[in-house]
């Protein structure tokens, strides 16, 4: 087996709370990250900033980065655009030679500056927000595979669907289950080196992008997990959202939820509905196309510090719903899987 592609994760000024796609790949990706870019936190270290990260050096720039095959671009901005105090890292880069990995909507392949400088250099650029070209409409076959689907939906934006999705597919694997991971967003694509970015996808698709994956896979696992996008509630991602759980038909739902969150990611004029009306709003939009029942909850608790907080978080979260529930980073998500299968 080769060695892993060394690489060097940009998310300036946003690491680690609001850089997702970095942490995601430090966490779950099989990369050698070598380093982190972060002008804000230069000389300290990933693990400084989170726990349950591994030990990254994070540097200034990446003219202060060690050598490496690729430069990652860690964050995913609302609405998916290009920071132009990125331009330099990136540029650097390319001239080093380096590939350059970015999930944001504004494809890099498309700036002549970047362009260019990869021709020159005989660099690669991926840009795996970029949908291909044969994606089209759901033809209502998801359930006919042989795997059960699973798919994690959210109370928002941004509580941790990737990440209980990837922990969840861990521990089923743990419990001996033949499970599997489709992935519907840039981080889960990077992670898992597959799939279809279902918030690029023209909206007549989006459904289909997502029947695509598990018709490709459902037949190989026993079970698929897939990654949830948005809220059915949020005013900006909800029709990503719905796309996703009429596209797979899911046999079964997992709300997620971060514990602290009472508005809407970026847009704190909405609040939350109170978490039980989830449960009716997920269960009866899915039903028309395909039955499915919130069977269990994932909280996110990172935002709270002490460990016996974060457990009775988890048990009022779980009365609320009145389903199973953990904390699947912070607590054993086998437990989740017993309840669940």
């Known amino acids: 087996m080769s060695d892993p592609q060394r690489v060097v994760v940009l998310a300036h000024e946003k690491f680690p709370d609001r850089a997702k796609t ?17 002008r804000d936190k230069p000389g300290t270290s990933t693990a400084d900033h989170r726990r349950d990260l591994p030990d990254v050096p994070i ?26 105090t990125w331009r330099e890292d990136v540029r650097t880069a390319l001239e080093r030679g380096c590939d350059v990995i ?7 392949n498309d700036d002549e500056e970047f362009a260019a400088l990869a021709d020159e250099y005989g660099c690669e650029i991926n840009d795996v927000r970029k949908p291909h070209e044969d994606i089209g409409v759901a033809n209502g076959t998801a359930a006919d595979v042989d795997a059960e689907i699973v798919l994690t ?3 928002d934006c941004s509580v941790g669907k990737m990440t209980a999705t990837l922990e969840l597919v861990e521990a089923a694997r743990e419990q001996g289950i033949d499970a599997g991971f489709i992935p519907t967003g840039q981080t889960g694509i990077m992670i ?21 994956m598990i018709l490709e896979k459902g037949d190989e696992y026993d079970v698929l997990f897939v990654e949830g ?32 969150r009472e508005a809407i990611h970026g847009y704190e004029s909405f609040a939350l509905p109170d978490l039980s009306e989830y449960v009716s709003l997920y269960e009866n939009l899915a039903a028309p196309v395909h039955e ?19 457990a009775a978080a988890v048990d009022a979260y779980a009365d609320e719903l009145g389903v199973p529930a953990v904390d699947p980073v912070r607590q054993d998500a086998t437990d989740l899987i017993d309840e669940v299968f």
């Not at 970015?197 to 695509?212: I, K, L, M, N, W």
């Not at 949020?234 to 009429?246: E, K, R």
């Not at 608790?301 to 002490?306: E, G, H, L, R």
């Open 192 to 212: 898992a080196g597959w799939g279809n970015p279902v918030d690029r996808v023209v909206s007549d698709f989006t459904a289909g992008s997502v029947e695509e």
């Open 229 to 260: 996008q948005g809220s059915i509630v949020h005013p900006a991602y909800s029709a990503v959202t719905c796309g996703i759980l009429h596209g797979a038909m899911a046999d079964k739902l997992i709300l997620c939820h971060e514990s602290t």
């Open 59 to 84: 540097v200034s720039s990446m003219a202060d980065a060690p050598e490496a095959d690729a430069l990652l671009v860690g964050i995913a901005p609302i609405g998916g655009g290009f920071d132009e």
């Open 153 to 155: 939906v959210g109370t």
């Open 292 to 310: 499915a029942d919130i069977v269990a909850g994932a909280l996110n608790t990172s935002n709270v510090d002490d460990d016996d907080e974060a």
């Open 102 to 108: 970015a999930g944001l909507h504004y494809f890099l």
């Open 22 to 38: 970095a942490t995601g790949v430090l966490k779950y990706a099989d990369y050698d990250v070598v380093a982190v870019l972060d």
